[in-house]
C-alpha cells in the first residue's frame, strides 16, 4: 500500500522552551495518529543560534567558519533530542538524528553549504519500524564528514529537502505567524494573510527579505514542484500554501511588500571612467567571496563616475577591504559606506501587465518626503534603497497604497 508521508518543520519559537516543546510533542503525535509516516524537522530552541554566534564573536572578529558550523549545528542537536524525548514520554515512538546521520551530504562552503544528496534510507528505516522521526535542521555534512550548516533559517531548507527525498505527501512549515502576509505582520498590524502564493512571488519575497521562510528553500520547492503548507504551531487554522501556480492571480498587481535592513552601502567616488574600471573593482570584491546585489553607476560628465553597490552587512569590512585597495590601484577617489539603509521592496507577478506601479511606488515615497537612494527592478519587483529610519514608514504607506491591507 502506498504510504502517506509528511513532513513538518517547526521553527526556533515553536520549541522556545519545554512547555512548547511539549505541545509540539502533541501535535506531532496527532498528526502521526491521522497519517502513519511523519518526519519532523526541528531548528534550534528560540535564539540559541544568535546566541552561539554572540559567543564566537565574543572571542575572535573572524572566527574560523569550519568552526562557526561546528557550534552553531548544535543548537539543532538538542532540540531534536528534546522533542524526541518529549514524544516517548507521551507513550510515543521516536528518534532523532543529525543531519550527517540521515546522510545529508553537502559541499564545503562552510556557513551556507549546499546539499549535494541525500541518502534517506535510515529515515526510512525508521519510518518502516513505525517511530516518529526528528531531524535537526539547518545541517549537512561535507564528503570528508565536516560538518556544515546550510544558511541562516536553513532548517526550511532541510524540510523541502527531506519531502524531495521522501516524495513526501506534503511539507508543512510551522512557524509564529499563521501564514505568509502581505508584508511582516510584526511592523504593519494591517497585513493580510495569503491564501495561496506562487514559488516566484514567494521567492522574490524572501530573497528581498520576508524572514518567514528561507529564499533557498523555496528555490528547491520550486525546482522539484513541491507544494508548501505555512502555518502557526500555536494555532489549528489552515495557513498560506505556496504552489505553483494560482489562477486568481492576474488580477492583483502588487502581492506583497518586504523590507531589508540587512544590507549596507558603499560607494567609490571619482572612478576613471574608463572600459573595466567596473570590472576590476567587483572581481576584487568576488574573489573575497561577497555578493555584491544592487550596483548603481551614475553619468559621467567630467570623465569621472562614482559607483554604489550593496553587500550584506555581515561582510561589510571585508568587502570595504577589497574595495579600497582596487580604488587605490584604478585611481579612484574615496571610499565611503553608509550602514543605515534599508531596501523596501513591492512584489507582484501581475506587474507585467500593470504599467504604471512603479510611478506610484516612488510618488508615494516621494509624498512621505523620504529619499530614494538607489532603484532596482526585475520582473515582479521594484526595490528602493532608502535611509534605514524611514523603512517602516516607507513600509506602511505603501501597503496603505497598494491597498493591500485588511480592515481593522
Ligand atoms: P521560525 O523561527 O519559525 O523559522 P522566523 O522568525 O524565521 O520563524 O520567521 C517568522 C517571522 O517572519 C514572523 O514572526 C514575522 O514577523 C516575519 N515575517 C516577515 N515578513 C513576513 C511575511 N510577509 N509574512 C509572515 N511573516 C513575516
Ligand atoms: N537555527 C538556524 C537559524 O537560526 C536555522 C533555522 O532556524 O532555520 O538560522
Ligand atoms: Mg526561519
Known sequence: MEQYILVQKYGGSSVANIDRIKSVAKRIIESKTKHNQVVVVVSALGDTTDELEQMAFQISSKPPEREMDMLMSTGEQISCALLAIAIEAEGYEAI????????????????????????????????????????????????????????????????????????????????????????????????????????????????????????????????????????????????????????????????????????????????PDQPGVAARIFNEVSKIGVNVDLIVQNVSHTRHTDISFTVPRTDLNKALEATKKIAEKIKAGEVVHDKNIARVSIVGSGMRSHPGIAARMFQTLADNKINIEMISTSEISISCIIHQDSSDLAVKTLHKKFKLGRTI
Open 96 to 271: 532523532s538524528f543529525t543531519g550527517a546521520q540521515v546522510g545529508i551530504k553537502t559541499d564545503k562552503t562552510y556557513t551556507k553549504a549546499r546539499i549535494q544528496t541525500i541518502d534517506a534510507k535510515r529515515i526510512r528505516h525508521a519510518l518502516t519500524e513505525d517511530k516518529i522521526v526528528i531531524v535537526a535542521g539547518y545541517q549537512g555534512v561535507t564528503h570528508n564528514n565536516d560538518i556544515t550548516t546550510l544558511g541562516r533559517g536553513g532548517s526550511d531548507l532541510t524540510a523541502v529537502a527531506l519531502a524531495k527525498a521522501l516524495k513526501a505527501n506534503v511539507c508543512e512549515i510551522y512557524t509564529d505567524v499563521d501564514g505568509i502576509y502581505t508584508t511582516d505582520p510584526r511592523i504593519v498590524k494591517e497585513a493580510k494573510k495569503i491564501k495561496t502564493i506562487t514559488f516566484d512571488e514567494m521567492l522574490e519575497m524572501a530573497s528581498l527579505g520576508a524572514q518567514v521562510m528561507q529564499a533557498r528553500s523555496i528555490e528547491v520547492a520550486k525546482r522539484f514542484n513541491i507544494p508548501i503548507h505555512v502555518r502557526s504551531s500555536f494555532s489549528k487554522e489552515e495557513g498560506t500554501m505556496i504552489v505553483k501556480e494560482n489562477e486568481k492571480l492576474e488580477d492583483i498587481d502588487v502581492r506583497g511588500i518586504t523590507c531589508n535592513k540587512s544590507e549596507a552601502k558603499i560607494t567609490v567616488c571619482a572612478v
